[in-house]
């Protein structure tokens, strides 16, 4: 590879990772072609766009773009495969789900970002893969939120519509 299109690469690199608030670092070395492609066709049917990179590419990549990937630098040896999404915690579910239905720990997480977090090692997949959503945690809230209007509607609705029947409900619901 020439060195304008490493520099390219390393441009397009930097640009990506600014633009993206979640990326996993994996290896999958040791797939073999079918489970690659399986891997791949996985990752394409749930919004996570996986690429093979060059660690020394990946790693000038991420010294020019304005966030702290500095815990990351270490996990940058070896094969090192870069899953990027919206969703902080489907790659590492992606992960998950592959390597029990393969009955394998390859793909083996690295190093992940999340939201401005950094996390090294493989020993953080689980922590990732429980970790809510943007939209789960704001599915929580507005079912918080609506959850005593609800019960006032669910109140009314059992006392057959009469003041008598709305208090005797209301007192013999538990605080």
């Known amino acids: 590879m020439?060195?304008?299109e490493k520099g390219q690469l390393i441009e397009s690199l930097a640009q990506v990772l600014q633009e993206s608030n979640v990326f996993y670092l994996t290896d999958i070395s040791g797939l073999n072609a079918q489970q690659t492609s399986n891997l791949r066709r996985l990752c394409f049917n749930r919004g996570v766009k996986l690429s093979v990179v060059k660690n020394t590419l990946l790693k000038k990549a991420?010294?020019?773009?304005?966030?702290d990937f500095d815990e990351l630098y270490d996990v940058l040896k070896g094969n090192t495969a870069l899953?990027?999404?919206e969703t902080g915690n489907l790659p590492a579910r992606l992960i998950k789900e592959f390597n029990k239905k393969n009955n394998t720990n390859v793909p083996a997480l690295k190093g992940a970002y999340v939201e401005e977090m950094c996390y090294a090692g493989a020993d953080n997949l689980e922590f990732l893969a429980n970790i809510k959503s943007k939209n789960e945690l704001i599915g929580d809230i507005i079912g918080l939120l609506q959850s005593p209007a609800k019960n006032v509607i669910s109140a009314l609705n059992s006392g057959g519509n009469t003041i008598a029947?709305?208090?005797?409900?209301l007192s013999e619901r538990p605080e």
């Open 2 to 4: 020439k060195k304008e």
């Open 62 to 67: 991420m010294v020019q773009v304005e966030k």
């Open 83 to 85: 899953m990027i999404t």
């Open 165 to 169: 029947g709305l208090v005797k409900t």
